[in-house]
């Protein structure tokens, strides 16, 4: 069982900035890549940004210069720095992990498959 947990969500004004976390528990060997999604009502669900274990990074076009993903491997968790924030980054967040791979009882290796956070909310607004 892997579980992912968000923090950090709430309202802000514009141009304030936001710190969101995503800490992933279980059993788990290595993730590939983990993330940000955001989503707002009546659109599809969007990358925001993405970091693969290697510290590679995906950002938005939207964001870009504007938010920063970071990632520690060792903690499982995935960190989204968001500054200069608009009234356009208001949605909710959705973590991501993809490609886990984690540890059965006698330790070997096995793929898990990928898995979402619950969300957090993000609100800009004055």
């Known amino acids: 069982q892997v579980q992912l947990v968000e923090s950090g969500g709430g309202l802000v004004q514009p141009g304030g900035s936001l710190r969101l976390s995503c800490a992933a528990s279980?059993?788990?060997?290595?993730?590939?890549?983990m993330g940000w999604y955001r989503q707002v009502p009546g659109k599809q669900r969007e990358l925001v940004a993405t970091?693969?274990?290697?510290?590679?990074?995906n950002y938005a076009d939207a964001v870009k210069g504007r938010f920063t993903i970071s990632r520690d491997n060792g903690k499982h968790t995935v960190y989204l720095q968001m500054n200069s924030l608009k009234p356009e980054d208001t949605a909710v967040y959705y973590c991501?992990?993809?490609?886990?791979?984690?540890?059965?009882?006698?330790?070997?290796?096995?793929?898990?498959?990928?898995?979402w956070g619950q969300g957090t909310q993000v609100t800009v607004s004055s």
């Open positions: 970091m693969t274990s290697a510290h590679s990074t």
């Open positions: 991501n992990a993809d490609t886990v791979l984690g540890l059965s009882s006698n330790f070997a290796v096995q793929p898990l498959g990928d898995y």
């Open positions: 279980g059993s788990i060997f290595s993730i590939n890549a």
